[in-house]
């Protein structure tokens, strides 16, 4: 399948410190250290990792919406600074997102109708309020909802059904690529099966690349094609769904898989299978391999060299010496 977003070695540090006395940084957080990797058309790219491992902030980077502070994006081949350089609305219409909390990302003084309306009257997509209401419903009808709820508020929902008004929002303008950044998380078990099924189905109807972001890997290996596992900034593991879910090459891609609670009897020692410790801070991160400090199968190498990302099987990459 060809590609459609592209990242090589991307970096982005944000600035600690500087102010009113000194403009200069007294540090820097890590937030992405080097990401590589591609959305093909019509597929999903899951990324997984603990919190604070910089998935969200490389969701934000693919859409253009934070500047990277090194390495280079591409959509359909084409660099990303210069697209938004050259015509940003344009790439807008391309390339969407929802977000995690539906209730915080729809605005509480809009009806349905101008959250959903509003990019296409802003992208002269709509000529007259009539084609803008038939158009929000066919939008509406499309992700579940009714006519009916075109002049309701946010608060007048469930939560489910906020996040399926985001969705039609994110569909608006007709965009090529979404990001979901953990669109079911703030959701009931039963709603978050309803709203993933509702993805894929627009997945298909529309022929939507996605990047999936979410910490539940039964979540994402129900969603994704292929499945990118991050650390403290780095893609530590990258490979299609069936081959990293079956075998996983790097110690923490083990590590979360183990982490999984399963009901059995007996029951299961957790305990033993929960990473021990916690994700180190992007501000001073850990020499060598970022995962080291907690890993069981750690050496000297692993602790001085930063191991390379390679292709150790067709489409399998891993950044790990012990591979």
Known sequence: MPTLVSAEKVLKHFPIGGGILTSKPTGWVRAVDGVSLSVEKGRTLGLVGESGSGKSTTGLLLLGLLKPSGGRIFFEGEPLEELLRRDPRRFRRRAQIVFQNPFASLNPRMTVKDIVGRGM?????VESDRELDERVAALLSEVGLKEEHLNRYPHEFSGGQRQRIAIARALALNPEFIVLDEPTSALDVSVQAQILNLLKGLQRLRELS???ISHNLAVVRHMSHEVAVMYLGKVMESAPKDSLFSDPLHPYTQALLK???KISFPPEDIEKKVIE??????????SGCPFNPRCRRAVDICRAEMPDFREVMPGHWVACHLV
């Open 121 to 125: 009257k802003l992208h002269g997509l």
């Open 210 to 212: 996605y990047l999936f």
């Open 259 to 261: 982490s999984i609670p």
């Open 277 to 286: 410790g916690d994700i180190p801070s992007p501000v001073n991160p850990p």
